[in-house]
T-cell receptor, first 118, second 110 residues
Framework: DTGVSQDPRHKITKRGQNVTFRCDPI?????LYWYRQTLGQGPEFLTY????????KSRLLSDRFSAERPKGSFSTLEIQRTEQGDSAMYLCASSPPRDGGGINEKLFFGSGTQLSVL | LAKTTQPISMDSYEGQEVNITCSHNNIATNDYITWYQQFPSQGPRFIIQ?????VTNEVASLFIPADRKSSTLSLPRVSLSDTAVYYCLVVADSNYQLIWGAGTKLIIKP
């Protein structure tokens, strides 16, 4: 299967600890997104990469959150000094390069990392 | 950013056609309408995208009236496995921050 892969699937941590999640997008996709989702809500945008460049970051995103995408391949999302409010599903999505015509923003999502902060 | 409004939940029965309507009154000229499906503990999955009139694929149909202020996702002959949350999004070329509402929770009964 060459879909979007996220690791780990589940993470339980204590408040104040740092956690890091990894996302491996579909290989030919140059665009990568991170979202956060809590129960009963739709995904909330966190940040966006085009190749290795982080082009957008949600203004709601605390400075405890940082994301990287070295070499424009896999990406990591780190949360420092976790808080109970950080408990959520963290979703990664990727999409292929624009085809030059109209919009074709079709995102391919991974299965997410479920974070529980105790 | 165009906001969408859709019903919080819907029920139907196996074998029925299900129509989920989404309202997007302030849709812009360059915006496309996209629908995703999400099962529990999984990421959303793209279903269909359209700009105007009707789009059909192997999974669903999307109907968009001329004023484009609403759209209807049509699922033919649903089965129990179509029980999921369905999200309607308006996608702008210049905007990467897709705005997701709470979606429509569709429950299919036997």
């Amino acid at each position: 299967d060459t879909g979007v892969s996220q690791d780990p699937r589940h993470k339980i941590t204590k408040r104040g600890q740092n956690v890091t999640f990894r996302c491996d997008p579909i290989s030919e996709h140059n665009r990568l997104y991170w979202y956060r989702q809590t129960l009963g809500q739709g995904p909330e945008f966190l940040t966006y990469f085009q190749n290795e460049a982080q082009l957008e970051k949600s203004r709601l995103l605390s400075d405890r959150f940082s994301a990287e995408r070295p070499k424009g391949s896999f990406s990591t999302l780190e949360i420092q000094r976790t808080e109970q409010g950080d408990s959520a599903m963290y979703l990664c999505a990727s999409s292929p390069p624009r085809d030059g015509g109209g919009i074709n923003e079709k995102l391919f999502f991974g299965s997410g990392t479920q974070l529980s902060v105790l | 950013l165009a906001k969408t409004t859709q019903p919080i939940s819907m029920d139907s029965y196996e074998g029925q056609e299900v129509n989920i309507t989404c309202s997007h009154n302030n849709i812009a000229t360059n915006d496309y309408i996209t629908w995703y499906q999400q099962f529990p503990s999984q990421g959303p999955r793209f279903i269909i995208q359209g700009y105007k009139t009707k789009v059909t694929n192997e999974v669903a149909s999307l109907f968009i009236p001329a004023d484009r202020k609403s759209s209807t996702l049509s699922l033919p002959r649903v089965s129990l496995s179509d029980t999921a949350v369905y999200y309607c999004l308006v996608v702008a070329d210049s905007n990467y921050q897709l705005i997701w509402g709470a979606g429509t929770k569709l429950i299919i009964k036997p």
